[in-house]
């Protein structure tokens, strides 16, 4: 399902910000959202990312030319072939940055991760042949929830973050992956990433 609304009035030369990622379920979103919830009234940060944009990024491509992305749905098709369906379940949050002051707040991901991770070292292979390159930091699957720590607010100051994070959720935490998706960055936007294609395993 291609619901990319304005590539074929783009002119060739242009660029859009695109990224490879799976796409979280709205059951999943919306036990995430109201942990976030509980979550923004005792920490304060910069940025909290709109539910609806919860994704765990495979790999991000930057700005790329709107006439290489016919060449690009064709490498991430190939990336496909041989993948079945796996099951991913939430795990616990993290941080990346300093554990007081960190850039970024993110719940992680358990369950058949060795496919998850195979699928990325796929997907970073077949893209590597139109130039675009791997990070080089090794891949951490997360769901990015807020970025930018500003502090805590009153009455959280001693808990330090960890401890007013919510446990658990008691709901269905676990979802079945059986596609990926190329994403467009929309900057303004709420949602702010839009599916450009959506590659099924065969």
């Given at each position: 399902?291609?619901?990319?609304?304005?590539?074929?009035t783009d002119?060739p030369s242009?660029?859009?910000?695109?990224f490879?990622?799976l796409?979280v379920?709205a059951h999943?979103?919306n036990s995430?959202?109201?942990s976030?919830?509980?979550?923004q009234?005792?920490?304060d940060?910069?940025?909290?990312a709109d539910?609806?944009?919860y994704h765990?990024t495979?790999?991000f491509l930057g700005?790329?030319?709107?006439s290489?992305?016919?060449?690009l749905?064709?490498?991430?098709?190939?990336?496909?072939v041989g993948?079945?369906?796996?099951?991913?379940q939430l795990?616990?949050?993290?941080t990346?940055?300093?554990?007081?002051?960190?850039?970024?707040?993110?719940?992680g991901?358990k369950?058949?991760v060795?496919?998850?991770?195979?699928?990325?070292?796929?997907?970073?292979g077949?893209?590597?042949?139109?130039?675009?390159?791997a990070?080089?930091?090794?891949?951490?699957?997360?769901?990015?929830i807020a970025?930018?720590?500003?502090?805590q607010?009153?009455?959280?100051?001693?808990?330090g973050i960890?401890g007013?994070l919510p446990g658990q959720?008691l709901?269905?935490?676990?979802?079945?992956?059986?596609?990926?998706?190329?994403y467009?960055?929309?900057?303004g936007?709420a949602p702010?990433?839009?599916?450009?294609?959506?590659f099924?395993?065969?």
């Amino acid at each position: 399902m291609n619901n990319y609304s304005h590539s074929h009035t783009d002119l060739p030369s242009r660029r859009e910000r695109l990224f490879i990622a799976l796409r979280v379920p709205a059951h999943i979103q919306n036990s995430l959202r109201i942990s976030a919830e509980q979550v923004q009234g005792k920490l304060d940060f910069r940025k909290w990312a709109d539910y609806r944009d919860y994704h765990i990024t495979l790999q991000f491509l930057g700005d790329t030319l709107v006439s290489d992305i016919g060449h690009l749905r064709k490498a991430l098709r190939l990336a496909t072939v041989g993948f079945r369906p796996f099951e991913l379940q939430l795990s616990g949050w993290g941080t990346f940055g300093l554990e007081e002051a960190p850039k970024v707040l993110w719940k992680g991901v358990k369950g058949e991760v060795d496919q998850l991770h195979l699928l990325q070292k796929q997907i970073v292979g077949a893209t590597a042949s139109l130039g675009f390159e791997a990070e080089l930091r090794p891949y951490s699957p997360h769901i990015t929830i807020a970025r930018k720590f500003l502090g805590q607010n009153p009455g959280n100051e001693d808990k330090g973050i960890f401890g007013v994070l919510p446990g658990q959720f008691l709901g269905v935490n676990s979802w079945m992956v059986q596609d990926f998706v190329l994403y467009v960055t929309q900057p303004g936007q709420a949602p702010m990433y839009e599916v450009v294609d959506t590659f099924s395993f065969s």
